[in-house]
T-cell receptor, first 112, second 114 residues
Framework: RKEVEQDPGPFNVPEGATVAFNCTYS??????FFWYRQDCRKEPKLLMS???SGNEDGRFTAQLNRASQYISLLIRDSKLSDSATYLC?????????????FGTGTRLTIIP | NAGVTQTPKFRVLKTGQSMTLLCAQD?????MYWYRQDPGMGLRLIHY???????AKGEVPDGYNVSRLKKQNFLLGLESAAPSQTSVYFC?????????????FGPGTRLTVT
């Protein structure tokens, strides 16, 4: 079983719609969680961190459920520029060094 | 600032050949990482370094060696390339201030071993 599991998609969503991704993690020692965004043939970039209390950044909302060990990402009013692969990441900190475990990614395409 | 840069961007090797991938960062980051990304596997950590002169093994270290002689550079070596090492290689760096630490990635090196 993979440590971080995501639905690979693809999700094809019309512009302006709301889309949600879920991700589950198996290592209960994971302390920090992130969503990274990766455009086609580009490097991953941090989209947002995920906190237990939930956090929002513009049209993006991330939630963490430690009891069920899942993380979610909600995108509202989706734009064409949101088309990308979204990587769910769990982290264990070892003396300040973050060991990141990446999911395989969920591919999102926004349709005009 | 250039951020994290990687050299080369593309390379084709024959089985058994050797090569070195160079990663450079100009953000004065302490920590540096080498990952490989394969379809259906996600990013996997090969080796990492928590400071100049230090290196440690990650999840998939076999067949690779690394060196961190200068703080800003992290080299990944393949001594005898195998087709299983065909992949996209990403370098990343992070600075140990604030929690959690964001990792900044380079643009990647696409390696094909024939």
């Amino acid at each position: 079983r993979k440590e971080v599991e995501q639905d690979p998609g693809p999700f094809n969503v019309p512009e302006g719609a709301t889309v949600a991704f879920n991700c589950t993690y198996s290592n209960s020692a994971s302390q920090s969680f992130f969503w990274y965004r990766q455009d086609c043939r580009k490097e991953p970039k941090l989209l947002m961190s995920v906190y237990s209390s939930g956090n929002e950044d513009g049209r993006f909302t991330a939630q963490l459920n430690r009891a069920s060990q899942y993380i979610s990402l909600l995108i509202r009013d989706s734009k064409l520029s949101d088309s990308a692969t979204y990587l769910c990441v769990a982290s264990i900190s070892n003396f300040g060094n973050e060991k990141l475990t990446f999911g395989t990614g969920t591919r999102l395409t926004i349709i005009p | 600032n250039a951020g994290v840069t990687q050299t080369p961007k593309f390379r084709v090797l024959k089985t058994g050949q050797s090569m070195t991938l160079l990663c450079a960062q100009d953000m004065n980051h302490e920590y540096m990482y080498w990952y490989r990304q394969d379809p259906g596997m996600g990013l996997r950590l090969i080796h990492y370094s928590v400071g100049e002169g230090t290196t440690a093994k990650g999840e998939v270290p076999d067949g690779y060696n690394v060196s961190r002689l200068k703080k800003q550079n992290f080299l990944l070596g393949l001594e005898s390339a195998a087709p299983s090492q065909t992949s996209v290689y990403f370098c990343a760096s992070s600075y140990p201030s604030g929690v959690p630490y964001e990792q900044y990635f380079g643009p990647g090196t696409r390696l094909t071993v024939t």
